[in-house]
């Protein structure tokens, strides 16, 4: 240890811990044992940067006005889905998932925008 200052010491008849600011020191004179367990150093450097994940996105384009827009996808499973009117102004819809690849959304009223799922 290079501090050897004491901060802390508490004795009993078995133990005697001793704290300094890199170390805490645990001796047992009965039974000849010495604990040391030290600080962790400081942090190390930054490692390299990973290659980025695949980024899965479909943006499916509604032309004609409909309450109820098919979106076939190729992301399989269920993804997140927010949909926008051609003002871009999120829509809210009832979102029934189909099987892995399709989607089916049902609006209130007819309107055309986008769908974006990931």
């Keep these: 240890m290079t501090d050897t200052s004491v901060y802390t010491t508490v004795s009993t008849n078995v133990v ?13 004179p009965d039974i000849n044992n010495t604990v ?30 409909a309450s109820t827009w098919t979106i076939n996808h190729t992301l399989e499973g269920k993804p997140s889905i927010t949909v926008v009117d051609s003002s ?17 959304v049902s609006f209130s009223g007819a309107f055309s925008g986008y769908a974006y799922l990931t």
């Design 16 to 28: 005697t811990v001793t704290e300094t600011p890199t170390s805490v020191l645990i001796q047992s």
């Design 36 to 65: 040391e367990v030290l600080s962790g150093g400081p942090q190390g450097p930054r490692g390299e940067p990973g290659e980025p994940g695949p980024t899965q996105r479909h943006v499916h384009t509604q032309l004609a006005p």
């Design 88 to 104: 871009d102004t999120v829509v809210i819809g009832d979102v029934t998932y189909i099987d892995d690849t399709q989607i089916v």
